[in-house]
């Protein structure tokens, strides 16, 4: 009986869960591909908005969506890249202003970078006159300055995670003559890789979601990620027309988020339990 | 903070024995060169070309220092941290500092520039076709690489050419029908495609005059026009139109005596007054209280709803005969892992009056994000949606660290299940999980997208479009910026250092908490 009761809680919590999803499944697969027409079951089925949704001039999707990969993918890695080497200074040697780095690190983690958006937004009009290629509706601008808050955000997680990987197992290389990089890419990395494996997922799916920065430096349509073309895909009046094109992309974007995540659901809870936080 | 052990009393340590010089010391170096010359190769050339010597000084005696750094075998520490700081201190730190800075000042709309540009501004917008002076037939000419008017008059059709020096005469012009020149000794005459593609070019070019300025209009005709302004250096103070506005330094405007201001202004540091005018404004200071508040029951129902339902179902799944726990799981955590941004989105399209799945299913007609009650509880709903799978995962994984013993313990001792959970589980759940729940906190009290993306921040009062019943502070302070109603950056300025000083406070409560726990600098 009791047990019967956690059931029908589990199962009505599930619903909740499913629900909105399964309505952009039902509006994806929707003939008519408006809003006003869809309903939690799909009253219908076919791929017509998976195919406008590519044979689209004004939202080139395919284009947007390769566009967030690369920044995404990029970002995490370089950006874990940098915070790791930071958190093995930090946890394996001892300097003068480490105290203090440590310190500013948590300070300057504490003011999210989007605050000082107008700053970001002046410097970049200098930097799109001198390098183009590093300016306004570019991946590799958009991509430094995530990088810029690359050691803000990681570097107090990667440290405690670099902790817990004891010391004797350096010293043992250092005693059989392996350079310090040696130690860092053949010792410590193979150690820490799972959960690296997860804060880099965590941290490729939040970049995937940024919107306020990208919006803010993406202007032109081909240069858009998925966060700010879609959501340009429904503003205004195309709110209803284009909804099930949304959902369609919707679900695109997700296959490869959520495949992740099954994938890795074993070394989610862990990772978690350390303090990485999805943005 | 004070547990560190003072690195002072450590002895230092003794450098490393110098090594033979192997095949991968070689390369790495040769690699650093490589890529400093690539980088300076890239970066100097524009510098020059804009004249930035500051900026050029700073590229080349950075990337020397970090030459140094790579070529010695010394400083290792700095090997490791040097890259990701350069990144911190150009896209954060500086931005940050620059921002702090800017809250000082009136910067934003009217106040962009510096005076001289405002001056020039307001002369150059007040400027008006000179009463009786002639309308010249334009012909854009190059002479060398630099463009120039040749302009005739209608009347003695007699040709001058005006460059940014002002007017010479032109002698051996050959006119064509309409007036306009077809070749000149020494100039190359633009053909009509080839001015309308300097278009901007040939708008921007004023020829300077005894009495004012000859512009263009259009691509065929320039008048002569005259600054019905004119800046006075005596008396600091703007003249023409039968008025007088004299510089306030304070306000970064001209005014004339009645109070009026011009509409362009400058840049001046204004000291507190922004902070001031957060607190002491009456309207301002009752919507930025209003603002805090609803901030702060946000963050707070976030956490308390998003846990206590993850909670929920992590306990209810935790039992020994438990079926199907792997379903249930795949099936909890699908909101987190589907892209926030657009289900975000979907959401707020679920409450759409018109057609959104919320009221079409219940058959209401609620207006759900018209009205501050239900949009503050339709947000609250969505970012339940959102949050619970991360707690749902976090429980489940602290829970499997509590060891069954303790509640068996508990029942035995003749505790109800209720009693064990309230007295057992949950304290040891808390320990675990309060710096999350913290961090969890801090991470919705500027959570952007899930107020910009479902609510953007309405519904809006119908007497003050600028702050919404959703609003959060981190919403507030982009439309301030940002939003239609003109850039106010040095307000918004402020508000973000008022949100820094919050977040930060709430910081050091959970380090002081955690560091109880664990050893934050070992």
Redesign the interface.
Known sequence: MR?AL??V??LV??A???F??V??VSAAINPLG???S???LPNGASLANFADLFGSDVHPFGRWFLNSVFIALTASFAGLL??M??A??FSR????G??V???AL???Q???????????F??FTEVT???PAFGFDTAWGLI??Y??????VN?WLMKGFL?TVPRELDEAATVDGAT?AQI?WRVIMPLVTPILAVTAMLAF?GT??E??MAS?FLRDPGSKT??VG??GM?AGDQ??AN?GM??A??LL??IP??GA??WL?RY???G??S?A??G | MTSDVPEAAKPRRAPRPRREITTAYVVTRIAVLAVTAAILVYAVPPLVAARAWIALAVLVAVTAAIVCLYLTRRLIPAKYLVPGTVLLIAFQLFPILYTVSTAFTNFGDGHRGDKQSAVTAIETGSVRQAPGSPEYTLTAALRGDELVFLLVDPETRRVQTGSGEGLAPLEGARLGVTGKVLAAPGLTVLTAPQAAARGAEIAALAVPTAGGLIKANGLSRAVEGRAALDYDPACDCVRGDGDTWTADEARGYFLNARGEHLAQGWQVGVGLDNFARVLTNPTISGYFAGVFGWNVVFALASVVTTFGLGMGVALALHHPRMRGTRFYRIALILPYAMPSFAMLLVWRDLFNRDFGLVNQSLGLTVDWMGEPVTARFAVILVNLWLGFPYMFLVTTGALQAIPRELTEAASIDGASPWHAFRRVTLPLLLVALTPLLISSFAFNFNNFNAIQLTSEGGPFPAENPQVGATDLLITYTFRLAFGTGGAQFGFAAAISVFIFAIVALISVVTFRRTRRQEEVYA
Not at chain 1, 93 to 96: I, K
Not at chain 1, 110 to 120: K, Y
Not at chain 1, 147 to 152: D, F, M, N, P
């Open positions: 047990l956690r059931h809680f589990v919590v599930c909740f869960a499913l909105p999803i309505f952009v408006t809003l006003a869809t309903d939690l940098l915070s080497s930071a093995y200074a040697m001892r300097f003068r480490r105290r780095g440590l310190l948590l300070l300057i504490m003011f999210p970078q989007f605050l000082a958006i107008v700053t970001i002046i410097i006159e001198l390098y430094l300055l990088l810029g808050g690359a050691l803000g570097t902790d310090h860092f799916i995937m979601s919107f306020i803010v998925l966060a879609m959501y429904i709110r209803n909804f949304f959902a992309a919707t974007t997700a988020t959520v995540f099954l659901q989610i809870v862990s978690l339990t303090g936080v999805k």
